[in-house]
């Protein structure tokens, strides 16, 4: 009785939150140990150290403990960074498969869409919007393609410090902002493979609902970790579906568009096309706390949004390190230094 009331508050307490988390720390650590597990062997090794790799499986939490921080200003950047309700964007008369990869020029886009359209949006509860994130669908595309930068700058210099003089001390201080970068980065990627998290769906369904899906506010919550929880799923038990991951083709686009952005969004909107079987499922009482441990089709949902979580975020990380360019000025500072020159 004890364990019931304290999920149930649990569940009240997420529920109510304006930010809404995605995966539990085990499930956002599930992600990031399944993406080392599908790195290809010639990655850099350092990853792969015990320490390392903990540390990244780690802080695929690191986000989420951010939001444990009362400030408001870290609140409101934190909170718009982990998705992005993707029905919003046709609400303000924009196409997801041609929206613009620049964070802010998209804000002021969304705005004057939001503006003009404003009768397709529901009104705002100014007391359910003490963050002021309400008025935006979220951010969770541009938060992954702004860390793959810069764990490409990362790689970068690393590469600098190790073949033009850097010392042991840089050399392992590059080592350990790729290590974090990384880890971090997962929590985000992780995010994307919630369903939940890439639809105005994300708490219950809203709206017309003429199948009857669920509008239980806990929903969310316990999809992200009670499940996982009471089914045993673990990341152990997944790494032998994972396939060695590929680079993700950053050939320039006739767009101009980021094509890390552009893979990310597409990643996002496949998890969306997630989100009415995922209601689908649940209105069979899959996901019944009484029925997770033996419930073969809820485990295998969840198991395969995390290992899809798992392969995109492997898939990233190859590509930020398969295409590290050349840190021209930190080189050339670096020959200075050993040349004696200031």
Not at 17 to 40: K, S, T
Request: aromatic share 10%; net charge neutral.
């Amino acid at each position: 009785m004890k364990i019931a009331r304290c999920l149930g508050l649990t569940l009240l307490l997420t529920a109510t939150l304006p930010g809404l988390r995605a995966w539990d720390y085990e499930g956002h650590r599930i992600v990031n140990e399944l993406a080392l597990a599908a790195l290809p062997k010639d990655f850099p090794g350092f990853v792969r150290e015990a320490a390392n790799a903990e540390r990244i499986a780690f802080l695929a939490g690191e986000p989420d403990r951010w939001r444990n921080n009362p400030d408001l200003p870290i609140k409101q950047f934190n909170s718009l960074d982990h998705y992005l309700d993707l029905e919003q964007l046709a609400w303000a008369g924009l196409d997801a498969n041609t929206v613009t990869d620049l964070r802010y020029v998209f804000a002021v886009e969304f705005a004057a869409g939001r503006a003009t359209h404003a009768d397709k949006f529901p009104a705002i509860d100014p007391a359910k919007n003490q963050e002021h994130t309400r008025e935006w669908p979220g951010m969770l595309p541009w938060a992954v393609t702004e860390y793959y930068g810069k764990l490409k700058s990362a790689f970068s210099y690393l590469k600098a410090f190790e073949t033009a003089g850097g010392t042991p001390e840089e050399i392992a201080n590059a080592k350990a902002n790729i290590i974090y970068l990384m880890g971090v980065m997962g929590h985000y990627v992780g995010d994307g493979a919630q369903p939940l998290h890439a639809t105005v769906h994300h708490n219950g369904w809203e709206g017309a609902n003429p199948h009857r899906y669920t509008k239980w506010r806990g929903l969310h919550s316990w999809i992200d970790g009670g499940f996982i929880n009471k089914a045993g799923i673990n990341a152990a038990a997944l790494r032998s579906r994972m396939t060695v991951a590929g680079p993700i083709n950053v050939s320039p686009r006739a767009d101009g568009r980021d094509p890390v952005f552009v893979a990310t969004m597409e990643y996002l909107q496949a998890q969306n096309a997630q989100v009415e079987p995922l209601y689908a499922l649940e209105k069979t009482k899959t996901f019944k706390s009484e029925n997770a441990a033996h419930s073969v089709e809820g485990r295998a949902f969840i198991e395969g949004q995390l290992v899809k979580g798992g392969e995109m975020l492997a898939a990233i990380w190859t590509t930020a390190w398969r295409n590290t360019i050349e840190d021209g000025y930190l080189t050339g500072q670096l020959a200075k230094r050993a040349a004696g020159k200031p």
